[in-house]
Structures are given as C-alpha cells and as structure tokens.
C-alpha cells in the first residue's frame, strides 16, 4: 500500500513559503479545520483550471485550509500565486515541496493531485486530475 493509505492522515509538509525562509509544517496547520492539499505544477493546464474553479467557488471552500505545494522552481511558484493573485484569500497558504516529499507519499501519477482531509486531519479522499468543483465542494459538506 501506498504512504497516504497506510498513514491516512496529513502527511508530515515541509512547504517552503514564499518570503523563501520560513516554512509551512504540519503542525502549523489549524485545528479543528479541514485540510485540501493540491500538488500542482505552475504551467499545467489542468492545475490552473482547478485553481480557477476553486477561486470562483472560494465562498464554499472558505473554512477549508488549502495548501498548494509544488516541487517546481522558486520563481514559477511565485508567478503563479502572483497570476492568481492568491494573497487575497487567507485560507490558501502556496509553498515548494523542496524534499519532494509527497509525490512519493502519494505515489501521484497526473497534476494537479488533490488529497482531502477533515477537521481531525483524516484522509476523506484523493483524486488524480481536474475534480469537478462540485464534487470537490462537496467532499467536504
């Protein structure tokens, strides 16, 4: 079995932030909130049309913490979160996976790679591609 289903809860993050020196770790997560965790890459198609979907559905995601890590350069990182002008939504933290530590918990094929959690951090679900908003909006009703 995979990391993510032996181990179905948040996985041990270590996202390098944008200010590039802090850091965003598992236990800098809230508690008591659901956890959406996107890995993207900043020039896939797919992976900006999630990030759309999901701006233009904020309001049903707004008690949703959502990470998005990526293992792609510092400054592609950092266009796409400028782009999508992601600063204006507090519950959206962007950061780079430097170990590369969940393709491989993972075990992710297809971008952007979604990975839900509830409000005690257990894994609800995971999905490989563009998920439809509703069912993502949904996941977490």
Same mark, same amino acid.
């Given at each position: 079995?995979?990391?993510? $289903?032996?181990?179905?809860?948040?996985?041990?993050?270590? @996202? +390098?932030? +944008?200010?590039?020196?802090?850091?965003?770790? $598992?236990?800098?997560?809230?508690? #008591?909130?659901?956890?959406?965790?996107?890995?993207? #890459?900043? &020039?896939?198609?797919?992976?900006?049309?999630?990030?759309?979907?999901?701006?233009?559905?904020? &309001?049903?995601?707004?008690?949703?913490?959502?990470?998005?890590?990526?293992?792609?350069?510092?400054?592609?990182?950092?266009?796409?979160?400028?782009?999508? &002008?992601?600063?204006? =939504?507090?519950?959206?933290?962007?950061?780079?996976?430097?170990? /590369?530590? +969940?393709?491989? =918990?993972?075990?992710?094929?297809?971008?952007?790679?979604?990975?839900? /959690? #509830?409000?005690?951090? #257990? @894994? @609800?679900?995971?999905?490989?591609?563009?998920?439809?908003?509703? &069912?993502?909006?949904?996941?977490?009703?």
């Amino acid at each position: 079995l995979p990391p993510y $289903k032996r181990f179905p809860t948040v996985p041990p993050l270590k @996202l +390098l932030l +944008l200010d590039s020196m802090s850091y965003l770790t $598992k236990n800098d997560l809230k508690k #008591n909130k659901p956890v959406l965790i996107i890995v993207f #890459n900043p &020039d896939c198609e797919h992976c900006k049309h999630e990030t759309e979907e999901i701006i233009k559905n904020i &309001d049903s995601l707004k008690n949703v913490q959502i990470i998005m890590a990526t293992m792609m350069s510092f400054d592609l990182m950092k266009s796409f979160y400028e782009k999508y &002008d992601l600063q204006r =939504f507090q519950n959206i933290t962007v950061g780079k996976d430097v170990q /590369y530590t +969940l393709p491989s =918990f993972y075990q992710m094929h297809f971008m952007p790679y979604l990975a839900m /959690y #509830n409000k005690k951090g #257990n @894994l @609800l679900a995971t999905f490989e591609g563009s998920m439809k908003i509703e &069912d993502l909006i949904h996941t977490f009703k």
